[in-house]
T-cell receptor, first 113, second 114 residues
Framework: GAVVSQHPSWVICKSGTSVKIECRSLDFQATTMFWYRQFPKQSLMLMATSNEGSKATYEQGVEKDKFLINHASLTLSTLTVTSAHPEDSSFYICSAPKVDTQYFGPGTRLTVL | GDSVTQMEGPVTLSEEAFLTINCTYT??????LFWYVQYPGEGLQLLLKATKADDKGSNKGFEATYRKETTSFHLEKGSVQVSDSAVYFC?????????????FGKGTLLTVNP
């Protein structure tokens, strides 16, 4: 298999602050990574595709300036939630493909007070 | 657009019971179909997949058959164990190669009691 990690696993922040979430592929390289958001008792919703060395591709309805994505290396993508508000509280999950299988990180629980 | 509908849970079974979790899909073209499992506190793991009609995916005693005529990919297991307690997600992809996006169902929470 392959391993994808996320850091932090949970974070609590005040409204108006920014939070950075890291997604790492530990034992393989990934030119593409995906960021999902999961609401309680709901499905995972794809937010954006992170592309190494180029701009991320955002899904319709996702604010680019709100959710900044940087894919600076072949093993690291970061999601920054800028000026977070309580409605941004959610479970954020990343994934990276290796061959023909997507490998998922364990997720990051964000709570904005 | 693409969508996945799976039976809503929670599903509660006794050990050794038979499991079926229904999944149907709507997609353009010919999607690949997946079942992912999320154990408590862990990330999603691929359980099984099927890439074309009539293919059967299987793993750890779980099976699912790609039925194009009914656009379904139901998950089954003949005898569940307590360790199978988890959330199960049905998903599809219509993109090819390694750069593919997944569309997920809402997930079904399975609890197996001893």
């Amino acid at each position: 298999g392959a391993v994808v990690s996320q850091h932090p696993s949970w974070v609590i922040c005040k409204s108006g602050t920014s939070v950075k979430i890291e997604c790492r592929s530990l034992d393989f390289q990934a030119t593409t990574m995906f960021w999902y958001r999961q609401f309680p008792k709901q499905s995972l919703m794809l937010m954006a595709t992170s592309n190494e060395g180029s701009k991320a591709t955002y899904e319709q309805g996702v604010e680019k300036d709100k959710f900044l994505i940087n894919h600076a290396s072949l093993t690291l993508s970061t999601l920054t939630v800028t000026s977070a508000h309580p409605e941004d509280s959610s479970f954020y999950i990343c994934s990276a493909p290796k061959v023909d299988t997507q490998y998922f990180g364990p997720g990051t629980r964000l709570t904005v007070l | 657009g693409d969508s996945v509908t799976q039976m809503e849970g929670p599903v509660t079974l006794s050990e050794e019971a038979f499991l079926t979790i229904n999944c149907t899909y709507t997609a353009t073209g010919y999607p690949s179909l997946f079942w992912y499992v999320q154990y408590p506190g862990e990330g999603l793991q691929l359980l099984l997949k099927a890439t074309k009609a009539d293919d059967k995916g299987s793993n750890k005693g779980f099976e699912a058959t790609y039925r194009k005529e009914t656009t379904s990919f139901h998950l089954e297991k003949g005898s569940v164990q307590v360790s199978d307690s988890a959330v199960y997600f049905c998903a599809l992809s219509t993109s090819g190669g390694s750069n593919y996006k997944l569309t997920f169902g809402k997930g079904t929470l399975l609890t197996v009691n001893p």
